[in-house]
């Protein structure tokens, strides 16, 4: 019995966004199994991708105010300072942006960076890039979320990729989000832009893996100096 507590207790649980498209993945793997059985094993493998696709892990979330946590799992792709997109409103200032990317095998289920209250939601419609290109910021569809904080106001930007076709926010203006609190999913790859304003430095480096609501990206905090990193 241990064992297969274990085994329970390691499986993350699917999403409930993520059942329709589990229940289609079989449903058309039983339909294509009538006609050869090997494409039931196909579908069922894809059936079972598409479920480790919609996983939803619980996670342990730092609540110190002045830490700022991924909003998605996947691999730090961008860090720099940028000028934000003119949607955001967050001014003409370059803010520090760090990027999250994520590929079809990371868990899409975003989360918010920090605690504060949506004050606005802003969809753009635009085009389908490789979310990975810098270009993607500014191109691609994408769905921003503006985050009043202690700390000032952060951007927090689902961008859609060259898979991704739907983006999917559940959270509205006005409401209150704690730090690691879901507020919404990326179908099938793409990218998570966090827009921080100054006092923020970044804790991640590009090419680091992060995960949702537990890796610290960012930090406020007078004095603070950027750590070095290196690839090994």
């Not at 793409?190 to 923020?200: E, M």
Request: charge should be neutral; glycine fraction near 10%.
């Amino acid at each position: 019995m241990h064992i297969f507590a274990s085994i329970r207790n390691a499986l993350a649980p699917v999403h409930r966004a993520g059942w329709p498209f589990v229940a289609g993945f079989f449903v058309v793997s039983v339909v294509l199994g009538f006609l050869w059985q090997p494409l039931f094993w196909i579908g069922f493998i894809l059936t079972l991708w598409c479920a480790y696709f919609f996983r939803d892990p619980q996670r342990v979330t730092p609540l110190a105010e002045h830490l700022v946590m991924s909003p998605a799992d996947g691999r730090v792709s961008l860090v720099g300072h940028v000028l934000p997109p003119r949607e955001l409103d967050l001014g003409d200032e370059p803010m520090l942006r760090i990027s999250i990317f994520m590929d079809v095998f990371s868990c899409h289920v975003n989360r918010s960076p920090v605690r504060g209250k949506i004050s606005r939601i802003i969809y753009r419609a635009g085009q389908f890039r490789n979310a990975e290109l810098d270009k993607a910021s500014e191109d691609n569809e994408r769905n921003s979320l503006v985050l009043e904080t202690a700390r000032g106001e952060i951007g927090v930007v689902q961008i859609a990729g060259l898979i991704a076709r739907r983006i999917v926010c559940w959270s509205a203006s006005g409401d209150r989000l704690e730090a690691g609190e879901r507020f919404g999913l990326i179908r099938f790859g793409s990218r998570l832009d966090v827009y921080l304003p100054d006092g923020a430095v970044a804790r991640v480096a590009e090419g680091q893996n992060a995960f949702a609501g537990e890796t610290v990206i960012a930090e406020f905090g007078e004095g603070l100096v950027s750590w070095p990193a290196r690839r090994d």
